[in-house]
């Protein structure tokens, strides 16, 4: 497994226009996460699937955005009418559904990210 | 509410030298985790370490040390005899115990040069 793959790198788009990002995960980690990285700060995460299943979503995931796992196995999250504060690196991480090292938090492995640019 | 901060924005050492990276965090919770990321140029965040609360042992791994000190909430990472290698941002992060498990609070980064 090379680790998790994300769909494109680089994305530059027109103000109103919809992008799509694609991620795929380490095949054997249950769990996917998206996370939004703007320049200076640190991630912040956006939703997070368990299989299928979304599970959380930030109030940062506002109804523009949109994120399917539909078979538990690669994502993809949506930005429709995008705006220049959508303007971001988006990273995408996946972790097992259980840490055999450890009963509590799970290390997440993350992906090189797809860098929005808006106009 | 979880928060972590990483006031040092930028360091810059000579090669060789030691560098030391703060992190300071603040939880209600009496169980989490603590993790260093290290994004170089290429993007990529890589995992470092995860410090468990009940855990406070300092961790040596090569180059690299831990410092988690519960007492004044800081859990801070250590760079000896840097190398040029070193340059990337390092972001320390917290985590909520295992039951949610999703939720990881970044610090805003401190980025490092290290100058050959």
């Known amino acids: 497994d090379t680790g998790v793959s994300q769909d494109p790198r680089h994305k530059i788009t027109k103000r109103g226009q919809n992008v799509t990002f694609r991620c795929d995960p380490i095949?054997?980690?249950?769990?996917l996460y998206w996370y939004r990285q703007t320049l200076g700060q640190g991630p912040e995460f956006l939703t997070y699937f368990q299989n299928e299943a979304q599970l959380e979503k930030s109030r940062l995931l506002s109804d523009r955005f949109s994120a399917e796992r539909p078979k538990g196995s690669f994502s993809t999250l949506e930005i429709q009418r995008t705006e220049q504060g959508d303007s971001a690196m988006y990273l995408c991480?996946?972790?097992?559904?259980?840490?055999?090292?450890?009963?509590?938090?799970?290390?997440?492995?993350f992906g090189a990210g797809s860098r929005l640019t808006v106009l | 509410a979880q928060k972590v901060t990483q006031a040092q924005t930028e360091i810059s050492v000579v090669e060789k030298e030691d560098v030391t990276l703060d992190c300071v965090y603040e939880?209600?919770?009496?169980?989490?985790?603590l993790f260093w990321y290290k994004q170089p140029p290429s993007g990529e965040l890589v995992f470092l370490i995860r410090?468990?609360?009940?855990d406070e042992q300092n961790e040596i791994s090569g180059r690299y040390s831990w410092n988690f000190q519960k007492s004044t909430s800081s859990f801070n990472f250590t760079i000896t005899a840097s190398q040029v290698v070193d340059s990337a941002v390092y972001f320390c992060?917290?985590?909520?115990?295992w039951g949610t498990g999703n939720q990881f609070y970044f610090g805003t980064g401190t980025s490092l040069t290290v100058i050959p």
């Open positions: 992060a917290l985590s909520e115990a």
């Open positions: 095949s054997e980690h249950n769990r």
């Open positions: 410090r468990n609360s009940f």
């Open positions: 991480a996946s972790s097992r559904l259980r840490d055999p090292e450890s009963s509590g938090a799970n290390v997440l492995t």
């Open positions: 939880t209600r919770d009496t169980t989490y985790y």
